[in-house]
């Protein structure tokens, strides 16, 4: 009962901080800008969104976005600044074109590459026979040791 | 056997890939601005701060544009081959000085010796945004109609002066 209770105030509270939070800053254009960030790649720690990076040149980069936003740009016009400025890299999601061709169907082209092979050895080994027969001493050696072939039913009735 | 040189094959391929992968350096992201007009700007001169220069004044020249600050590192490393590239007189240098204070970088430059024409200030870093800037020190190499020719980004060192700069630099000239 303690701890069912205990769970519950952690619960609550979570939620209120996050209606503090949201409403703070929680304004539409707070949103897109942190959506804007977190699309574009910090240059310096550069597996760190815009949004995230504590690095001084991140500080400087949001402080464009947010000017940029505040000036009505859209973000299609604020991204294609930053691509100017630092190249497809800085966006997380690269664009598609021809020098990107390959990172973006290559994981399919090795998944129809595995696909075909699976199919292919599939096919072969059902064509392939299903067991080698036994040989002849081999056989009595096996029906020794196990009882003679014979139906399930038979061979329970035997065992008792 | 063939089942079994299959994977090794496979194996080959991708530490051959590996292999590349790390002489790669994942720093040095090329510039979309070379081969592009040099962002225009219209800033203070560090030594002089009732001037301004704008890159325009430069028309006619090839030049070097050097990002730099006193509180990098790397830049007093690299300060060495600049004041030596500036001895030997090739081509103007230009400084950015990037996200500084004017005391701090002017007593830099008189300790570690100026090789800069002139340095430009760049105190809240939106010229650096404008050149792609993203570590100190960068270097562009500018031609005469005010394109971007060459980026070096980190530090210079004599041989990719000997080896890349000066040549480019030279064919630029004629």
Redesign the interface.
């Known amino acids: 009962m303690k701890s069912l209770l205990l769970i519950l105030i952690f619960v609550f509270s979570a939620f209120t901080v996050n209606d503090v939070k949201a409403q703070t800053n929680g304004t539409q254009t707070e949103q897109r800008i942190r959506q804007l960030s977190e699309k574009i790649r910090c240059?310096?720690c550069?597996n760190q969104s815009l949004a995230d990076s504590p690095a001084?040149?991140a500080g400087?980069?949001r402080r464009?976005v947010r000017e940029q936003v505040a000036a009505g740009r859209s973000d299609h016009q604020i991204l294609d600044y930053l691509?100017?400025?630092?190249?497809?890299?800085v966006l997380y999601e690269p664009p598609f074109k021809a020098t990107t061709l390959l990172l973006w169907i290559g994981p399919f082209v090795l998944l129809a590459v595995a696909a075909l092979v699976l199919v292919a050895t599939l096919r072969r080994r059902r064509r392939a026979p299903d067991e080698p027969a036994l040989a002849a001493d081999d056989k009595r050696l096996v029906e020794r040791v196990l009882g003679p072939a014979a139906p399930p039913q038979e061979r329970d009735g035997g065992a008792r | 056997m063939k089942r079994f040189l299959w994977p090794l094959g496979i194996f080959i391929l991708l530490v051959g890939f590996l292999a590349v992968g790390l002489t790669l350096k994942p720093r040095e992201v090329p510039s979309p601005l070379v081969g592009k007009p040099a962002p225009a700007f219209d800033l203070p001169v560090l030594h002089q701060p009732d001037k301004r220069f704008v890159p325009g004044e430069m028309r006619g020249k090839v030049w070097l544009l050097n990002v730099w600050a006193s509180w990098c590192v790397s830049c007093r490393e690299e300060h060495p081959v600049l004041v030596e590239l500036a001895k030997r007189g090739v081509m103007p240098i230009l400084g950015l000085n990037y996200k500084d204070k004017g005391d701090e970088a002017t007593a830099w430059l008189k300790r570690f010796g100026d090789p800069y024409q002139l340095s430009v200030v760049d105190a809240d870093g939106r010229i650096g945004i404008d050149y792609g800037v993203y570590g100190v020190p960068e270097t562009y190499l500018i031609d005469a109609e005010g394109v971007i020719r060459f980026k070096q980004i980190g530090p210079l060192t004599m041989a990719i002066v000997e080896q890349k700069v000066l040549p480019l630099a030279k064919a630029l000239q004629k």
């Open positions: 240059l310096v550069q001084e040149l400087d980069m464009e691509v100017q400025r630092y190249g497809d890299f």
